[in-house]
């Protein structure tokens, strides 16, 4: 059962403009919503995050959307830059959980092309 | 800056050996994880350990096993390779100040089974 789901496996756009990669939850536990980055033969880094409380989260170039009733979260770059060219995921986890467990989607591959 | 080294990058070994794969963190991090990531399927859990000899299965267990008996060490254990586990394996960490929603991950190591 893939209670995180990012259903598009790739994605291509032009250098400068905007990139949208969307991520589906299933489970309405989910509290805390993250974005990693992950380049070939590197581990994943953090990007951003939001919290259920909020429905949108801005760092530079990096946006997240939460439309929670639609049990939706979106990943937003403008301007798109070649070097954000890289496998990104989507993760959810609950408050509730001591652990910190995340849940990852399949992620999807950005193409920024110069 | 949060430290998480994998004692290896690249690591190849043939069927029916025993594999080990370190995890090593220079804070006193409580949570560490091991997962595998695999094209198409994302980072799926194989273990987790939220404290020194403690341990907890993740969704893909089976064929591995994991020992943590220093709080700065987490190793995963493949008891007999299989060509079906040639993947990715990338171990993260949380807790202590990082809080408990932000993992942050080794460089990864690609093990390949002949």
């Known amino acids: 059962d893939q209670q995180v789901k990012q259903n598009s496996p790739s994605l291509s756009v032009q250098e400068g403009r905007i990139s949208i990669l969307n991520c589906d939850y299933t489970n309405s536990m989910f509290d805390y919503f993250l974005w990693y980055k992950k380049y070939p033969a590197e581990g994943p880094t953090f990007l951003i995050s939001i919290s259920s409380i909020k429905d949108k989260n801005e760092d530079g170039r990096f946006t997240v959307f939460l439309n929670k009733s639609a049990k939706h979260l979106s990943l937003h770059i403008v301007p798109s830059q070649p070097g954000d060219s890289a496998v990104y995921f989507c993760a959810a986890t609950s408050g509730s959980s001591n652990t910190g467990k995340l849940i990852f989607g399949q992620g999807t591959t950005l193409q920024v092309k110069p | 800056d949060v430290k998480v080294t994998q004692s290896s990058r690249y690591l190849v070994k043939r069927t029916g050996e025993k594999v080990f794969l370190e995890c090593v963190q220079d804070?006193?991090?409580?949570?560490m994880f091991w997962y595998r990531q695999d094209p198409g399927l994302g980072l799926r859990l194989i273990y987790f350990s939220y404290d020194v000899k403690m341990k907890e299965k993740g969704d893909i267990p089976e064929g591995y096993s994991v020992s943590r008996e220093k709080k700065e060490r987490f190793s995963l254990i493949l008891e007999s390779a299989s060509t079906n586990q040639t993947s990715m394996y990338l171990c993260?960490?949380?807790?202590?100040?990082?809080?408990?929603?932000?993992?942050?991950f080794g460089a990864g190591t690609r093990l390949s089974v002949l």
């Open positions: 804070m006193d991090h409580e949570n």
């Open positions: 993260a960490i949380t807790g202590g100040r990082l809080g408990k929603n932000i993992q942050y």
